[in-house]
């Protein structure tokens, strides 16, 4: 970019002593890679992450093929990759009207390991909480379905039962 062609808008810094320019170009498309959550009036927005090969493949794939598909840039690009354990459910066919809409929800699954220890204790765990999941709500959901004590710890939650004898 030549910053001497008035090829983007410039505005004053934070302390209004210098210029700087509005917006910077960039290699990749950020708002892909870190995901956004936005409300305005009458509208909102919640774009998820994605893997960062993929969208730098996608990216690679519309400079060499302007008019490459959605279904060719779906096959680079599986779908939002969350920070988590969690297991995404939703189908791919729903994925892909997201894409192609702009609209939609992406359903994930946590993640449940049992174990059972000494004394006959079990222990189930459940990993993989979106960070917009409060543990809160899930422990209050599986506090009214247990029959012995739950706890919490972390965004873990922990079942222990007495052994059945």
């Not at 840039?73 to 066919?93: C, F, K, N």
């Not at 189930?124 to 979106?130: E, K, L, M």
Request: glycine share 10%; charged share 20%; hydrophobic share 40%.
């Amino acid at each position: 970019m030549n910053w001497g062609q008035g090829t983007a808008d410039w505005v004053p810094n934070f302390d209004g002593t210098l210029q700087e320019p509005k917006m910077l170009p960039a290699r990749l498309p950020n708002i892909l890679l870190n995901g956004t959550t936005g409300i305005a009036v009458g509208m909102a927005t919640d774009i998820p992450p994605h893997n960062l090969r993929e969208v730098a493949q996608a990216a690679i794939a519309l400079i060499e093929q302007p008019n490459t598909t959605l279904d060719q840039l779906l096959d680079i690009v599986q779908g939002p990759d969350y920070p988590t354990e969690a297991e995404i459910i939703t189908s791919r066919a729903e994925i892909r009207k997201i894409y192609e809409n702009g609209r939609g929800s992406v359903r994930m699954r946590a993640g449940v390991e049992e174990r059972r220890w000494r004394g006959g204790y079990q222990r189930t765990t459940a990993s993989g909480f979106w960070r917009a999941r409060a543990g809160a709500d899930c422990c209050a959901n599986a506090q009214q379905e247990a029959a012995d004590g739950l706890t919490i710890c972390a965004m873990n939650l922990t079942t222990r039962t007495r052994p059945v004898w």
